[in-house]
């Protein structure tokens, strides 16, 4: 998950706010820097500079880690000798920032990182390197794994870039970057290991700290005792892998620490925290509800736990492989079986964490991916690192969303509210958003019991008689002016247009530096403006809802755009293309002509192909303008933008462009947003090359469907190991592109197998979150745009179900934003677009798109052009149509 959930989850608001978003916790205050030394902070640095000091673009920087106790002491130090050598320096400011750096969700390639010094030039390199070596020497901190050790103590080095030199890559996004050789740009990695560009010069220090690092003995340890060792995850804690040994007939599991790094809420670090773990695995052996102990042991600097391979798979894994997905599934014989399934699935836990307590342990982080399911749905515990005592009442050093108690819990009862919460996550996907509004737990269990029947809902109490009732669910993360439920049995369905209207215009100016309240995104550059989660986007979903717009509000939107800086993004969800139509449907047709215009002349700086912020977006703003104004110069630009997508991703050979397509597949980040604008523009000419491109590009997106559940069909996200329904990245916006092509072409049968799969996923009774892009909002969009008969039935379901997740604030109806950490009003996240997706349901079209001369854009051709899929591509690079 983004950080910056948590980080934005002020606890005095109920929306995201990124002005609130500040490091709390003791400041680290150190003594003797000068008054004329220029000091800001910025990113979660204190900056600190000498007057004139001339740093050069990139060099070799000095790192300095520390240990929380004792990095008061190591920052004077450091900032002692950087003062006297007039040497540029930054430093995490505050306690809790060097926690959170070197935590265990952290990320690997820069945690550890303290202070970074900035030589001058090789003299003071140097100089730096002898004179920090023998004042650090011997002070603890943690290794930083992507640099070069220097000496005993916690002095690093590496070459990296001291100015932040950005360079788009093949999606748009800014890369940090150095001048290579021939002053060619290449990536600055960083990398959870030491690397550095080739032909980079270096002082005799610098290459003797190398020659040392490099050539460091391998020493015998444990580890050459296995055949082979296999990763199967890393955390900044260490790593945990499957083992081999005796020729491979014997597996286990080894879990990794590393000394001083990876801290938990309690400042324990992964090392203690195993120890603790290898203690009570032997503890509770005898009882086999843990993996067994095998040793422990040292190698190089690091402590390893070997325990027993349990057969089995995460809960998480499990629950996901066998939920009853789809409601034909839900009104068959398969819910009782799922329920049963559930049941001995959860007395097992339940029979584990009873005998755990009995031994005066606890299991501390319990949530679905630390339980393991074996064939015959028993269980076994895994990551047993807390080391209380079961009525221990201090605080737990873990923080699994959604799984964490209130404060006031025992550890033991902590362990009971986990239960609890895994029983209702096997049933009810979205529970988490009791974190926001703590009532909602409540209306999670009455959903279960309809749902699955009144014996789901009492697995889930089971676990719940053993919580103190005299405390509330609100956990730390709850915000202090907490959203109640909506009462939908007294009020009816909340999920109508005018109630969803009300809702987000009482959240306008809830939160400082935006007009309306959104995801965190909305911290991006021209992200409380853009269609995505700025205020844009709010306006053309109430414009097109027919809610009437003040006019300071068009002209807040008009201000903003003018305002904008020459660089600003022309895409048509983060930029101005989408802006554009946003004040042309406003009516500030002015405005709207400017900005387009202005989106359209920046297309030749935009690398990425896609939908949301590429050509493809572009081009498809460009064939909205020619209908708008009528004018076939914008006809020409959208036949320009599609010509080099052509170019990019249907010559011969592998592309970063169509890699970039590959990796985030689906309707805007991926093939079927090519799909989209090419058969769009086909539709408006007659284009055989470009009806025959989209339907490759849309097949490309195919390849990368898989079956889950049995018989419905997502998108597979190779990132994060899943398989997406959604609007953005799943079945629903390939669902999209494929009903643009099938009015007018055959797709043949082995599309159509696979399409009804992809309807059926948009069928489901249940989906994690409520909004446009990755949530239920965005399958009704796809079921708008969709021609089959089932799309009718289908939306009025999910139209229906939307009513669960609504919230109430200060009377008006809201909805929550993705992780449920707090509301947002945005298109891509909140109410906005589930708003856009309602008006797209009634007038079944694709009006949630930001595009000019909607539905007219979209509007169904009288014939087709009788194209066979299966047919020669001797026009696929075809000739250029003349414009309209």
Not at 533 to 558: F, K, M, P
Not at 599 to 619: K, P, V, Y
Not at 767 to 773: C, R, T, V, W
């Amino acid at each position: 998950m983004d950080q910056r959930y948590f980080q934005f989850s002020h606890p005095e608001l109920p929306f995201y706010s990124s002005a609130k978003a500040q490091q709390r916790g003791d400041g680290f205050q150190p003594q003797g820097i000068p008054n004329d030394w220029r000091r800001f902070r910025q990113n979660g640095w204190e900056m600190c500079a000498p007057p004139d000091v001339d740093l050069p673009v990139q060099g070799w920087k000095i790192h300095v880690s520390a240990t929380p106790d004792a990095a008061a002491e190591t920052l004077q130090a450091t900032v002692d000798v950087c003062v006297a050598m007039s040497a540029s320096f930054k430093f995490v400011p505050t306690r809790d920032g060097l926690v959170a750096r070197n935590s265990k969700s952290a990320d690997r390639a820069a945690s550890g990182k303290f202070v970074t010094v900035y030589p001058c030039d090789a003299h003071q390199l140097d100089r730096l390197i002898d004179t920090l070596s023998a004042c650090l020497s011997g002070r603890p901190g943690p290794f930083i794994l992507s640099d070069v050790r220097v000496g005993d103590g916690p002095l690093y080095l590496r070459y990296g870039g001291f100015m932040p030199l950005m360079v788009p890559d093949a999606t748009d996004e800014p890369v940090l970057s150095l001048v290579g050789d021939g002053f060619r740009l290449i990536a600055d990695l960083r990398v959870p290991y030491f690397d550095m560009p080739a032909e980079v010069q270096m002082t005799d220090k610098v290459r003797h700290a190398i020659k040392i690092f490099r050539e460091v003995p391998a020493e015998q340890s444990p580890l050459d005792d296995y055949d082979l060792l296999t990763p199967l995850k890393f955390s900044n804690s260490g790593g945990v892998y499957e083992a081999s040994s005796g020729g491979g007939a014997v597996r286990s599991i080894v879990k990794e620490a590393r000394p001083l790094a990876g801290l938990d809420a309690r400042g324990r670090d992964a090392v203690e925290r195993l120890n603790v773990e290898g203690e009570t695995l032997s503890h509770v052996a005898h009882l086999e509800i843990a993996p067994r102990p095998i040793r422990m042991f040292t190698a190089w600097e690091h402590r390893f736990l070997e325990m027993e391979h349990v057969p089995g798979e995460p809960l998480s894994a499990w629950g996901a492989k066998n939920y009853p997905f789809s409601r034909e599934r839900l009104a068959s014989d398969e819910q009782s079986r799922f329920v049963d399934c559930v049941d001995r699935i959860m007395s097992s836990i339940e029979r584990c964490v009873a005998m755990l307590h009995q031994q005066g342990a606890v299991a501390g982080d319990l949530h679905p991916g630390n339980v393991l399911v074996l064939a015959d749905l028993s269980v076994r515990l895994i990551d047993l690192e807390d080391g209380r005592q079961p009525n221990s009442r201090t605080r737990s050093s873990f923080n699994a969303l959604g799984y964490a108690p209130p404060d006031g819990y025992t550890a033991a009862e902590a362990d009971w509210f986990a239960v609890s919460r895994i029983a209702a996550s096997l049933f009810q996907v979205n529970r988490s958003i009791e974190i926001l509004a703590p009532g909602h737990w409540y209306r999670t269990i009455d959903m279960v019991s309809a749902t699955f029947g009144s014996r789901a809902a009492e697995i889930i109490r089971r676990a719940c008689v053993k919580l103190p009732r005299e405390l509330t669910t609100q956990v730390e993360l709850t915000p202090a002016e907490s959203p109640s439920v909506w009462d939908v049995e007294r009020l009816g369905d909340p999920v109508t247009r005018d109630r969803l209207a009300q809702g987000i215009l009482a959240s306008l100016r809830a939160t400082s530096g935006a007009l309306f309240p959104g995801d965190v995104a909305q911290a991006d550059p021209f992200g409380t403006v853009n269609v995505a989660n700025g205020a844009a986007g709010v306006l053309l979903s109430l414009a097109r809802a027919d809610v009437d717009i003040t006019s300071d509000l068009t002209e807040w939107l008009v201000a903003a755009a003018d305002t904008s800086p020459p660089d600003t993004k022309p895409g048509l969800f983060n930029g101005l293309a989408g802006v554009a139509a946003a004040l042309s449907e406003l009516g500030a047709h002015d405005a709207a002509k400017r900005h387009i215009d202005r989106s359209l002349q920046a297309r030749g700086r935009t690398r990425s192909l896609n939908l949301f912020g590429g050509l493809a977006g572009i081009g498809l703003s460009a064939v909205g303008a020619a209908l708008e104004y009528e004018d076939s110069e914008y006809f020409e630009i959208a036949l320009e933008c599609a010509a080099r997508i052509s170019a990019q991703l249907f010559s011969d050979g592998e592309s970063s462009a169509s890699e970039a397509l590959d990796r985030r597949a689906g309707l805007l980040f991926g093939w079927s947003g090519i799909s989209l604008f090419l058969s769009t523009l086909a539709r408006h000419h007659d284009d055989f090359g470009a009806m025959r491109l989209a339907i490759r590009a849309v097949e490309r997106d195919l390849s990368r469907t898989r079956s889950y559940a049995d018989d419905l069909v997502g998108i597979e996200d190779t990132e994060n190991g899943r398989t997406l329904p959604y609007l953005a990245r799943g079945s629903a916006g390939v669902l999209v592109a494929i009903a643009q092509l099938q009015d007018r072409v055959d797709l043949g049968d082995d599309v159509s197998l696979v399409t009804a799969g992809l309807r059926r996923a948009c069928a489901s009774h249940t989906y994690a979150f409520s909004g446009l892009f990755n949530g239920r909002a965005g399958i009704l969009a796809a079921l708008a745009a969709d021609r089959a008969p089932i799309a009718t039935d289908g939306a009025e379901f999910q139209r229906s179900a939307l009513a669960h997740d609504a919230l109430c604030w200060r009377r008006s109806v809201q909805f929550p934003g993705e992780n449920y950490l707090r509301l947002s009003s945005d298109l891509a996240t909140g109410s906005a677009g589930i708003l856009a997706a309602l008006t797209a349901q009634r007038q079944r079209d694709l009006s949630w798109l930001p595009l000019m001369q909607q539905p007219g854009l979209f509007e169904r051709a009288q014939g087709s052009l009788g194209l066979d899929r299966r047919g020669g591509d001797e026009h696929e690079q075809g000739s250029r149509p003349s414009a309209p």
